[in-house]
């Protein structure tokens, strides 16, 4: 369990240092949490359209 929360943290210190995640501090919260940057939510968008494409065309060929 303890080698999956390092994993976690150190993928979310990527995600932070490429620009698409930040972290965020509540004035009454210690513990901060985690947004997308605007460059993030637009990876979010392209991310979806890639995931429509895979089901129709991915998915309908492994069908066949």
Same mark, same amino acid.
């Given at each position: 369990?303890?080698?999956?929360?390092?994993?976690?943290?150190?993928?979310? +210190? $990527?995600?932070?240092?490429?620009?698409?995640?930040?972290?965020?501090?509540?004035?009454?919260?210690?513990?901060?949490?985690?947004?997308?940057?605007?460059?993030?939510?637009?990876?979010?968008?392209?991310?979806?359209?890639?995931?429509?494409?895979? $089901? +129709?065309?991915?998915?309908?060929?492994? +069908?066949?």
């Amino acid at each position: 369990a303890d080698e999956m929360i390092t994993d976690i943290s150190e993928k979310l +210190k $990527e995600l932070e240092k490429e620009g698409l995640i930040e972290k965020v501090y509540m004035r009454d919260c210690a513990r901060g949490f985690y947004r997308l940057t605007r460059c993030g939510e637009d990876l979010k968008k392209i991310m979806k359209e890639i995931h429509s494409w895979s $089901e +129709k065309w991915i998915l309908e060929t492994d +069908k066949n």
